[in-house]
């Protein structure tokens, strides 16, 4: 097994500006369509795409020692569906929405391929929301009032986004089960609660992903472990009264929303908290939301906005700090033989190519860990 740190020059690749956005050229990203159970080989088979290097005919990367057989590097689960990027956003949007389908293009360009997932169906979001609410979305019949506190126009773009999204971390969550972890790279939209969204977010996925995991059996102990620098305030409405789901939230207590439900765990940061601070608080958290909750699964949500950078922000990390925090995510939950599901979070700048980059760092530290 190839050691983790040879897995720096693969997603370099990433960090590269690709030649072309598909969104100019048409073309789309290579998908696998989704499986809830795959074979051992998957992450060697599915997860990469043609674009890969081949040396005598075997798909390879470069690395600091030379080739590396792709066969040799367990990747991570990557999830993905053209609709995360709603056209109907405009690029000049205080939500950089294009940040998608750069994220999907820089992975294609190394060579990886995503599954795709399918739109979750009223009856699945209605798990969780309010019919009502669901419906007034899916037929962008919602109120103003309620389509200004979400912060989007509900256009049938925003609806059909939405749904895969929520569709994306249901599949994500199911592979990481069977792998061991999986990424969505989208989701994470933890203001909407049961009653409507807000903050951009739509529909709770990861708390339709978890109620559906309890539904069916699959998972009993789920803690959520939210490192979006916001409070993951609609996801602890959704489940204040779910002694099944341990919900931890690590935010900038100075940042939105004011009104901060009670989480079972809840680290509020001040105002311009850098690495250091940040990750011994974080290494905490981990520890006792590990030994309250016990769970069968985390869904990570993987924020990049704690970066100093970032226009939403108002704590002060690094680009290293947000790899060491998310790497650490990962060594953790594999530590205690815990499966991972990961959600892209949260990200504001006014170049969606920076943001971007910063979420690519989620998957360089998960592939790092899973080597």
Known sequence: MKKPQQLT????????????????????????????FLSPRFHSVFALGGNAPRANG???????????????????PLIHHPAYDADSV?????????????????????GRSFLKPDLASAATLSAVHAPGYVDAVLSQTLERKAARRIGFEITPAIARRSRAAVGGTGLAARIA??????????????????????????????AVAAQGLLEAGLAHRIAVIDLDVHHGDGTARIFADESAVFTCSVHCEANWP??????????????????????????????????RAQPDIVFYNAGVDPHAEDRLGL???????????????AEVCRAAGTPICAVLGGGYSKDADAVARRHLLLVEAMDAVAT
Do not use: W
């Open 177 to 206: 089960l069977n792998e061991g972890a999986a990424i969505n790279l989208a989701g994470g939209s933890h203001h909407a609660d049961g009653q409507g969204g807000a903050g951009f977010c739509v529909f709770n996925d990861v």
């Open 90 to 110: 405009p690029d000049g949007h205080r939500f950089p929405m294009r940040k998608y389908s750069i994220v999907a293009d820089r992975l294609t360009a190394a």
């Open 58 to 76: 075997k798909a390879t990367i470069g690395s600091t020692e030379g080739e590396i057989d792709l066969a040799d590097v367990k990747m991570t």
């Open 315 to 329: 704590l002060a990390l690094s680009d290293a700090g947000l790899y060491k925090r998310d790497r650490r995510v």
């Open 258 to 291: 004011r009104d901060k439900p009670p989480s079972d765990l809840d680290v509020g940061l001040e105002r311009g908290a850098g690495d250091e601070a940040y990750l011994r608080s974080l290494e905490d958290a981990l520890q006792e939301a590990f030994a």
């Open 9 to 36: 020059m693969t997603v370099a690749a990433l960090t590269a500006k690709p030649q072309e956005q598909h969104r100019n050229t048409g073309k789309r990203p290579g998908f696998v369509r989704g499986v809830f």
